[in-house]
């Protein structure tokens, strides 16, 4: 089923298309694999919000697809699960 979004100020969705946004490499990208792993880059790249232009009222919006939802909670828990690990260790550390 395809969703149409509504633009934020003119609450058209007949008007709205959606903008391809290349891929850039930047610093949040890095620390982001760097954090959690591979998996935790690509989960984080793929939660990002999609890009929309209005055609009625030139007005560039983002949100998010269901897609991006699921993988940005997939991007949380695999921090958390990072960061739990990483404190667990450095409990271990300290008690020995």
Not at 60 to 79: E, G, K
């Given at each position: 089923m395809?969703?149409?979004r ?5 609450r058209?969705s ?14 949040g ?16 790249a ?19 697809t269901?897609?991006?939802r699921?993988?940005?909670i ?8 990072v ?9 271990l550390?300290?008690?020995n």
């Amino acid at each position: 089923m395809l969703v149409k979004r509504a633009c934020p100020v003119c609450r058209r969705s007949d008007t709205v298309t959606e903008l391809k946004r290349p891929f850039q490499f930047t610093l949040g990208a890095a620390v982001m694999c760097a954090a959690g792993g591979g998996i935790g880059g690509v989960f984080w790249a793929l939660g990002q919000e999609k890009e929309y232009r209005c055609e009625n009222c030139p007005r560039i919006f983002f949100a998010h697809t269901r897609t991006s939802r699921v993988f940005r909670i997939l991007a949380i828990i695999t921090y958390c699960i990072v960061a739990v690990v990483v404190l667990w260790a450095l409990v271990l550390m300290i008690k020995n």
